[in-house]
């Protein structure tokens, strides 16, 4: 299959003016400028349109996508929590089934075509993963906070179901919740496998001070639902992640809202990815996030979704491209080339596929998309960040998936 566009955008190299695409079976085997092309035959010439690589979702929750417009902005981020909590009550296996295919959906029309997404009915996802196209890095929630209960037998049940189950396209990940909701015993026994780890890390104010002082509304719910405390009062949640071992060379943080210097550092000496997701950020009117002082050290900056239960707007979708708008309204001096990798090739690193998705080269998997462009080559990064709504079209491992009404 030989595809010919206006601009061709790998992302790995600079934008190309009529540029091609030649993918043969899942794969790409080539890519560059038109006028380079030895065989023509069979061309397909898809226009005046931007062609780049389905974007990659560093952190979603799929199964609240349902939930859009439920919460409103909460006064706190234990209010949030006990929300939620309240909503996932009444959501069965056939609500939780309805609403994760809903965002893997929504997350293919937007032109996200890898995602990371954090799993809690794992008895579900063998049919779930088998009724979508995405590429997914499933990670496996753990929530285990009494201290009666086996935190060890927790983490080797997920991890002797992991290895008998795998994705059609991806592979399986731990995700210890955070670490307000989970036991030092749980931290150490999933650091002690070998796979790949994303945990919610300094998203709250609340949590902050759950940690570093011993008190506060976060304190007080957990202490009431048994949790023990003398963990707390003396450190950062990231200090305490790194004490017992999850702090480690790969795992993904998310979120990240509360960052003091020494915290970055930490990430940054222990090759820990992190995961902004701006819209949700902005719901809960957070401090601002420290994007600059993240990438001065080093630490690989990707931009995800998060769940639309952290969302203003009752119709909002899932979205990198809305995530991509936001984070530029916060950050206007910031690069575009350097914006467009934390949803390409940054978040294929940190899911552990770099050199498979997140960009157009040879060898990568055929995942792309188009968004429509007339314009000349130099507003063409322009063109991808200010797009809005869905991908005009978008490929999935060698298969359109989504098409224009023209096609």
């Known amino acids: 299959m030989l595809l010919r566009a206006r601009i061709v955008v790998p992302i790995s190299q600079p934008p190309i003016a009529d540029g091609f695409v030649r993918v043969d079976g899942n794969c790409i085997i080539e890519v560059g400028a038109w006028a380079d092309v030895k065989n023509k035959s069979e061309a397909v010439d898809l226009g005046e349109v931007i062609l780049l690589p389905g974007l990659v979702n560093a952190h979603c929750h799929l199964d609240y996508t349902d939930f859009v417009g439920?919460?409103?902005a909460p006064r706190s981020f234990t209010d949030w929590i006990n929300a939620i909590v309240d909503l996932k009550e009444n959501v069965d296996a056939a609500a939780h089934r309805e609403s994760w295919l809903h965002g893997a959906a929504q997350c293919l029309r937007h032109g996200t075509t890898t995602l990371g997404n954090i799993e809690t009915r794992p008895d579900l996802l063998p049919e779930l993963w088998d009724a979508t196209p995405l590429r997914l890095v499933s990670f496996l929630e753990l929530i285990v906070i009494r201290a009666n209960s086996d935190a060890a037998q927790a983490v080797a049940d997920a991890v002797d179901w992991i290895a008998s189950h795998k994705p059609p396209r991806g592979h399986v990940g731990l995700s210890p919740h955070a670490p307000y909701t989970t036991k030092p015993d749980l931290l150490e026994a999933c650091a002690a496998t070998d796979l790949l780890m994303a945990m919610h890390l300094a998203e709250s104010a609340e949590e902050?001070?759950?940690?570093?002082q011993g008190t506060g509304a976060l304190y007080e719910r957990l202490a009431g639902a048994g949790r023990e405390?003398?963990?707390?009062?003396?450190?950062?949640?990231?200090?305490?992640?790194?004490r017992h071992g999850v702090l480690r060379d790969g795992t993904i943080g998310i979120h990240g809202n509360y960052l003091d210097d020494d915290d970055i550092r930490l990430l940054a000496e222990n090759q820990v990815n992190l995961v902004h997701?701006?819209?949700?950020?902005?719901?809960?009117g957070h401090a601002p996030f420290r994007a600059e002082a993240l990438r001065a050290a080093g630490v690989n900056l990707c931009l995800g979704t998060d769940s639309l239960a952290t969302?203003?707007?009752?119709?909002?979708?899932?979205?990198?491209?809305?995530?991509?708008?936001?984070h530029r309204e916060a950050f206007p001096d910031l690069d575009l080339e350097t914006l467009l990798r934390c949803v390409t090739l940054n978040p294929a690193r940190a899911l552990g596929m770099a050199g498979q998705v997140g960009e157009l080269a040879m060898d990568v998997f055929a995942d792309l998309m188009t968004v429509p462009f007339d314009g000349p080559i130099e507003f063409a990064l322009e063109a991808i960040v200010n797009h809005t709504g869905p991908a005009q079209r978008v490929m999935l491992n060698g298969k359109w998936e989504v098409s224009c009404k023209n096609d």
Do not use: N, Q
């Open 70 to 72: 439920a919460i409103p």
């Open 208 to 212: 902050d001070e759950m940690f570093r």
């Open 229 to 242: 405390m003398d963990d707390c009062g003396s450190s950062s949640p990231v200090t305490h992640a790194k």
């Open 277 to 284: 997701c701006p819209r949700s950020h902005d719901y809960f």
């Open 311 to 326: 969302m203003r707007a009752g119709d909002a979708e899932l979205s990198l491209f809305d995530e991509l708008r936001s």
